[in-house]
Structures are given as C-alpha cells and as structure tokens.
C-alpha cells in the first residue's frame, strides 16, 4: 500500500527557514514524480513545488528562488527546503505521488497519491 506522510512544519517567523519531509512507502520514487503543494485557509489547492524521475523541477512563481524541492530516492524522502519565508506562504503543505515518472508541472490534477499535510505558519 502507498503511503506518504509530511514531517517538518511549524511556527517561524517571517525570513526564517523550514524543511518539510515527505517519507514514502510501497512505491519506488523513481517511478514517480513527485511534488509538494499548498492549501491556505480560504483559498484553494496551489502546486509549489515538482520534481520528475529524471531530476528535472518545476516551482510555482511565488517560491521560486526561495524554495528547493529534492529527494533522496534511497531514504525514499522528498525535501522542501524553505527560505525567506513569508506570511502568505503559511498554509498546509502536502506532498504527492504521481505514477507518471516524467511528470515535471505544478498543475494540482491527476497526482496519484496524498499525505495528510503538515503545518506551516509565518508570522510577520
């Protein structure tokens, strides 16, 4: 059974740093892409961050530059390494597993798989 579960949110202030984990189980991540996302209250589902079989990554515009999506295939983890951070980059971060190993967009549609979120809040 596939499984993802997030570790690593919390309380920083804002221009502090986080790194979010994403620890996979019964799939080989090099046979998906995979990606984190966001939801904050009120608003919908956004992509933040992807990252293909082939290494290749995608960031949405409002990280891009501080934000860095990595995985280490044989600890089976997804990284989300956050800097800078801001108060609207509080909300729940999810990561996903897509079984289309190639996959390289922040498009929120057709991601196989979901972890239960963890908690980021940046107060100003």
């Known amino acids: 059974q596939v499984q993802v579960v997030e570790s690593g949110g919390g309380l920083v202030p804002a221009g502090g740093s986080l790194r979010l984990s994403c620890t996979a189980s019964?799939?080989?991540?090099?046979?998906?892409?995979m990606g984190w996302f966001r939801q904050a209250p009120g608003k919908e589902r956004e992509g933040v961050a992807t990252?293909?079989?082939?290494?290749?990554?995608n960031y949405a515009d409002s990280v891009k530059g501080r934000f860095t999506i990595s995985q280490d295939n044989a600890k089976m983890t997804l990284y989300l390494h956050m800097n800078s951070l801001k108060p609207e980059d509080t909300a729940m971060y999810y990561c996903a597993a897509r079984l289309s190993p190639d996959y390289c967009y922040t498009w929120i549609g057709g991601w196989n798989y979901w972890g239960q979120g963890t908690q980021v809040a940046v107060s100003s």
């Open positions: 019964g799939l080989t991540l090099s046979d998906y892409a």
């Open positions: 990252i293909n079989s082939n290494g290749d990554k």
